[in-house]
């Protein structure tokens, strides 16, 4: 069976750019998926024009019957999956006039309930060597610094549970609509928030694949690609797409004898401090 490589959220921008760079390096099928399928059939045929094969595969990581459906695709056709390369994700900006606790329940079901269910599906599908890359943001490290000192420590804890985070998260929604966010010890970063819970989610996860698939040699990281000129981050952006997609690219594509890093929050090709 052949390799496969699937990057969610990838019909523009940092998606689009990691796709175009895994058809040049990855040896195997490489999916861009997104919401729409005609955007995404787009973005594949811009690609092809390249020179370029990837294929599409529709996925809408707030739906978990989409979600279902790409497993169950993996399954059958390949056995499995090699790379996993969760990118998809949401932001307003910053002049955006929508309620904050509008702003915090849509941009966390996005970032990070839908980032975990996706792993929750396909991460038991995840072939020996392979990698995922969980796509997060240095914002996630500023935003962990503007928390409560009793909120940094649980989510730098080495022992937090997946289900604590969950908490945590539902807990940080709630506090915005009860407007107590502040007092809680909560940041003003809906997004930041939700990139706490990517990286969080992936130090758990790294964890978690030590303790019952230590013998798979599964490298799992969290990542961020860097201020990057797309929709989202706007124009002044001081990366391109191209250089948005170089440490992704890299954690997905580590040697099979690499033992790290894994559990790391990356950027830059480079492991930070969490």
């Known amino acids: ?40 059939q787009e973005a594949v045929a811009k690609l092809r024009e390249e020179g370029l094969h990837p294929l599409f595969h529709q996925l809408d990581i707030d739906d978990p019957q989409s979600i279902r459906a790409l497993r169950d695709f993996l399954k059958e056709k390949y056995g499995g999956l090699n790379v996993l390369i969760n990118n998809a994700g949401i932001a ?45 943001s240095m914002v996630s490290i500023s935003a962990l610094g503007s928390c409560s000192q009793e909120l940094q420590k649980k ?12 908490e945590l998260m539902t807990k940080f929604v709630e506090d915005t609509k009860k407007s107590v966010h502040d007092k809680e010890g909560w940041p003003n970063t809906a997004y930041g928030v939700s990139k706490i819970g990517v990286t969080v989610l992936s130090r758990i996860q790294a964890r978690m694949l030590n303790e019952k698939r ?52 990356v950027s830059d090709r480079t492991v930070r401090t969490w």
């Open 214 to 265: 230590k013998g798979d040699h599964i490298l799992l990281n969290a990542c961020c690609p860097g201020w990057v000129r797309t929709d989202m981050a706007g124009p002044k952006a001081t990366k391109s797409p191209e250089e948005g997609a170089d440490t992704p690219v890299y954690l997905a594509l580590l040697p099979s004898n690499a033992d790290g890093p894994h559990g790391q929050f």
């Open 155 to 166: 989510f730098r804890s080495d022992t937090i549970t997946e289900d604590e985070l969950v």
């Open 1 to 40: 069976m052949s390799s496969v490589a699937v990057v969610t959220g990838s019909n523009k921008g940092i998606g689009l750019a990691i796709v175009r760079d895994l058809c040049k390096q990855f040896q195997g099928d490489v999916y861009l998926t997104s919401r729409d399928p005609g955007r995404g």
């Open 92 to 136: 307003f900006k910053v002049a955006d006039k929508t309620p904050f606790a509008v702003q915090a329940e849509v941009t966390l079901k996005t970032n990070f309930f839908g980032t975990r269910n996706v792993c929750t599906e396909l991460l038991p599908l995840m072939k020996p060597y392979g990698k995922v890359v969980n796509v997060s």
